[in-house]
């Protein structure tokens, strides 16, 4: 149940309105094989830039405050937020397969922060509280270091976990 309230948090709250500023391009920059139309030129050079700018944002943290479904989604994502540690680690009880001198061996598969660090970048972007930025860069830099690890005991990083590096990537333009 939360997985599917969180996706259409997510949905209602990114999606949408990134659907709804694609569709009300002039028809010239949607058809293939046009030229750009200059869009290149428009991307930002402010963070955040991946998912939202500074428009969408504004109705975002706007919906977040004033829609009833969003605002008691918001607070259970800040809840969460809230409970996440403040100096998360890469440990966990997980295991996978790696190839350590070519050989197949049982590795700890660690833990990654992907997820984690998009709903804190958010919850910073939301507060601007710097305590929300720093726990998000620590998930950043343990995700990076879970990343490291999987590459030296011959782990294919990131083949299960890809969504986690997305989130990742997204929460880094954000803060």
């Not at 999606?15 to 010239?28: E, Q, Y």
């Not at 990083?157 to 990742?168: Q, V």
């Amino acid at each position: 149940m939360k997985y599917s309230m969180r996706r259409r948090f997510f949905f209602l709250l990114f999606l949408v309105p990134a659907l709804a500023g694609l569709h009300c391009r002039p028809a010239s920059d949607r058809t293939a094989g046009s030229e750009p139309g200059g869009w290149i030129e428009k991307i930002s050079t402010k963070h955040p830039r991946i998912f939202i700018n500074d428009e969408i944002w504004k109705r975002v943290e706007k919906n977040c405050r004033e829609i009833e479904e969003l605002r008691t989604s918001y607070a259970g994502m800040k809840d969460r937020v809230d409970g996440y540690p403040e100096d998360p680690g890469i440990e966990s009880d997980q295991r996978g397969f790696g190839i350590i001198d070519g050989k197949k061996v049982e590795v700890m598969d660690p833990r990654y922060w992907g997820r984690e660090a998009i709903e804190t970048a958010f919850v910073f972007l939301m507060t601007k509280d710097r305590k929300y930025l720093e726990k998000a860069r620590k998930m950043l830099v343990a995700t990076g270091k879970s990343y490291e690890l999987c590459l030296s005991q011959g782990m294919a990083a990131g083949d299960y976990h890809h969504s986690e590096f997305h989130n990742a990537f997204a929460a880094y333009d954000w803060i």
